[in-house]
């Protein structure tokens, strides 16, 4: 039962040996305050995050579906499995899904290009992969993955975790009613919390990717009904020719530190260019679809407004650096 | 006190109140000739007399003028003591013109706004600011920083305090000597290094760290700000009881304002918007209801106005309701880059 007024200035933290002890609060300073990143296995890609995504904090990547958000994460995992000095954490991860059986084989496929043999010996050792059916299973999920964080079935450490997606877990247990939304906003805040305790705790970087749903009602003035409320740096989302904003809506945005948009669109050209996306490669009476993907900043506490155009290819996502003159590095005095 | 109770001799006491000197004001402009001659003692003794009288008197102005309570202050002692008072800058001329001047010490001001608005950049900044060394107009003091959600990055705050420092160093740019004495504090480490940070992963550890800070400051007088970011995150989960939320959010918000009152403090809790269901449509407001907006001194609300970012104050004991734009650039918050419309008045 809750005690309004705990009487010792005591916390619970879990300790090396992994016994949960009570130690005293103490602050700390920021100069000693784990800053290691997890590299996105792009330089492109980094040089818009500015080093990869940051331990001790939760990133959301939201887009449409084949924008891209899998395709990333399975490649955090085997960025995560490489060394320090290759931008890696040399850990171990978890994958939970939720959404469709594990892309095994997209996995296997990305080994050579991300995690070869002389690297990591054997990388799909050190990745561990469930899956999640319901808010309720993934938060008893998370509450053992504690255990699994404390000690590592594997040699190395587990320090990355992804949940992908969480959008498919809220989707269709709830109503539109402000009893069901209150209780669904409730367990987005636990959930929230206890990802934000592991990342902080296990120094390790969360990953949970967010579909999208279509705006309806155009308005985009402070205080309008629906979900076209402004969040983060842009006015309107764009994916597929549609405007969209993340899914889940206000509350969730509060629960998550960093969130990229991942959009896609697609272009009929005649030519084909040197970059051309695999996957829409569709010839159709002589014309070639090419699928444009972006990548956009839309709130990060220690990024300004970025974005950055992407492929996919059999090797993995890589980032096309922007061809004209005008660099993706912000100026000194642009905004955020 | 009364002439009753003065301490001196009774018979001194009984004359003094058979002669019409019934209170101590009475006594104030007497001379001690024309005391000895009104109640037929020595003048030695007389002077003795006033000089009880004034020593009481003078003891009792140190202690609050005419306070019936110990602690008590008059209005006036208070309007001199603010004047004297400096705030914390935020960066933005504009946000400082309505803050009257920037963040108050010795005042709780909420601040809220949708994600992504620049809720940590400001907290962040106050951090940095509040660093400012005396030399250069700044207070000169630490930051408490309470992290609830995990948004404080240290690259981020390196970045702000070398953006404070190069633009105070450009304002102070003339004074060379002033810079060659604060070398030393002029450096990100150091602003970084004065920044007390506490990251807090549930709600009970936020009371508890709300609870020794107490005793935390009774140590660390130089902290003249403690930021909290966000107050909101830890409850908005686990309450059922909702009453019972209410009144842990009283007791923290009361602890807080003892606090600035007592170490002569800032105190900038952040908070989140949510949507409220009233009258059959969704609105906008900040999180955790509508006791607590009674909670803070002050309110701010940081908003999107096209696409400007605006910050508004919503209530306020003694500033009007005004708005003005800012901006989040890679140094900080700055004053918005356009020109046009600046400070509007409500």
């Known amino acids: ?336 | 006190m009364e002439i009753a109770n003065l301490p001196i001799s009774p018979s001194h006491r009984a004359k003094l109140l058979s002669a019409g000197y019934t209170t101590f004001s009475s006594l104030s402009a007497v001379s001690p000739s024309q005391l000895a001659r009104d109640l037929n003692i020595a003048l030695q003794e007389a002077s003795d007399i006033l000089k009880v009288v004034s020593d009481i008197t003078r003891s009792e102005s140190l202690h609050g003028g005419n306070a019936i309570l110990k602690g008590a202050q008059t209005a006036w002692d208070m309007l001199s003591e603010e004047q004297m008072q400096k705030r914390i800058t935020t960066g933005c001329d504009d946000l400082d013109t309505i803050l009257g001047g920037g963040i108050h010490c010795k005042e709780v001001t909420e601040v809220g706004g949708v994600p992504g608005i620049g809720k940590t950049q400001l907290g962040i900044q106050l951090a940095v600011n509040v660093q400012i060394p005396v030399e250069y107009g700044g207070l000169g003091g630490k930051a408490v920083y309470i992290d609830t959600e995990g948004s404080f990055m240290v690259e981020r705050a390196y970045q702000v305090a070398e953006g404070c420092i190069m633009d105070t160093l450009d304002k102070f740019g003339h004074h060379r000597k002033v810079i060659l004495d604060c070398q030393e504090q002029m450096q990100p480490n150091s602003f970084l290094a004065n920044i007390f940070y506490f990251r807090i992963c549930s709600y009970t550890e936020q009371i508890a760290v709300i609870n020794y800070l107490q005793k935390f400051l009774a140590e660390q007088k130089d902290v003249k700000i403690i930021i909290i970011d966000s107050v909101t995150f830890h409850f908005r989960q686990d309450f059922d009881d909702l009453a019972l939320r209410t009144r842990v959010l009283c007791g923290m918000s009361l602890k807080l304002m003892e606090l600035t009152k007592t170490y002569n403090l800032a105190v900038v809790l952040l908070n989140q918007v949510t949507t409220k269901f009233t009258e059959g449509s969704f609105q906008l407001t900040l999180a955790l209801g509508d006791s607590w907006s009674h909670a803070c001194t002050n309110r701010v609300i940081l908003y999107w106005n096209g696409n400007e970012r605006h910050a508004y104050i919503d209530k306020s004991p003694s500033l009007r309701s005004a708005s003005a734009p800012f901006s989040v650039t890679s140094k900080g918050i700055r004053n918005a880059t356009s020109q046009c419309k600046r400070v509007r008045m409500m």
């Open chain 1, 1 to 336: 039962m809750l005690d309004p007024h705990p009487t010792s200035f005591l916390s619970q933290r879990r300790l090396e040996n992994g016994k949960d002890a009570m130690v005293p609060i103490k602050p700390e300073s920021p100069l000693n305050l784990p800053t290691q990143k997890l590299s996105l296995g792009c330089p492109v890609l980094d040089r818009l995050v500015r080093g990869g995504l940051p331990v001790g904090s939760v990133t959301e990547l939201a887009g449409e579906s084949g924008t891209g958000k899998s395709q990333i994460c399975l490649q955090l995992l085997l960025a995560a499995l490489r060394p320090p000095s290759l931008g890696g954490l040399s850990a171990a991860s978890l994958y939970i899904h939720s959404e469709f059986p594990f892309p095994l084989r997209r996995l296997r496929r990305l080994l050579t290009p991300f995690a070869p043999s002389s690297v990591v010996p054997t990388p799909l050792d050190h990745i561990f992969v469930r899956p999640a059916h319901s808010p309720d299973d993934l938060l008893s999920l998370l509450t053992a993955v504690d255990a699994l964080l404390a000690r590592p079935p594997s040699a190395l450490p587990v320090r990355l975790l992804v949940v992908d997606s969480i959008a498919a877990l809220f989707r269709s247990e709830f109503d539109n009613t402000p009893a069901d939304l209150k209780r669904r906003s409730s367990l987005f805040f636990k959930i929230a919390a206890k990802l934000k305790e592991q990342a902080r705790r296990f120094e390790a970087v969360v990953v949970v990717t967010n579909q999208v749903v279509d705006v309806v009602g155009g308005s985009e003035s402070y205080g309008s009904s629906g979900n076209a409320i402004r969040v983060g740096n842009y006015g309107s989302l764009w994916s597929s020719g549609r405007r969209v904003c993340p899914a889940l809506g206000l509350s969730w945005a509060n629960c998550i530190n960093t969130r990229i948009f991942l959009s896609r669109s697609d272009d009929i050209v005649r030519n084909e260019r040197a970059l051309v996306d695999e996957e829409s490669d569709d010839r159709v009476h002589g014309t070639v679809v090419r699928t444009r993907r972006k990548m956009e900043m839309v709130f990060a506490p220690h990024l300004p407004e970025a974005s950055c155009e992407f492929v996919i290819v059999s090797e993995g996502v890589f980032g096309v650096e922007a061809q004209s003159e005008k660099s993706e590095t912000p100026s000194p005095t642009s905004q955020i």
